[in-house]
């Protein structure tokens, strides 16, 4: 079994920056592919970025791209997310979620484990 939990989130000025830690545990030794997606009220789940542990690869959607930078510490079995020139519109609750190999890097579908999740909220 994986355990995946979030760390880092809060309240910021637009224009600001926080740092998202994933901290997994278990058989983190298949976890290949592990991503972090957001949902913001009313809205679907979607993914921000994603990172193939092994290689290093990653992926960004075009809303973040630029902005965040999605990192990890495979001796750690961390996955961070680096958020900087946050806008109002990526207040949401931030989920960390993982899989020992996805076909599509955004889809929830795909993954497996996740995380509680963690809320980030951005002001004016």
């Known amino acids: 079994q994986v355990n995946l939990v979030e760390s880092g989130g809060g309240s910021v000025q637009a224009g600001g920056s926080l740092r998202l830690s994933c901290a997994a545990s278990g058989l983190t030794h298949s976890l290949n592919y592990m991503a972090w997606f957001r949902q913001a009220p009313e809205k679907k789940r979607e993914g921000v970025a994603t990172i193939v542990t092994g290689a290093g690869y990653t992926y960004y959607a075009d809303s973040v791209k630029g902005r965040f930078t999605i990192s990890r510490d495979n001796a750690e079995n961390t996955v961070y997310l680096q958020m900087n020139s946050l806008k109002p519109g990526d207040t949401a609750m931030y989920y960390c979620?993982?899989?020992?190999?996805?076909?599509?890097?955004?889809?929830?579908?795909?993954?497996?484990?996740w995380g509680q999740g963690i809320q980030v909220t951005v002001s004016s």
């Open positions: 979620a993982a899989d020992a190999y996805v076909t599509r890097a955004f889809n929830p579908s795909d993954f497996s484990y």
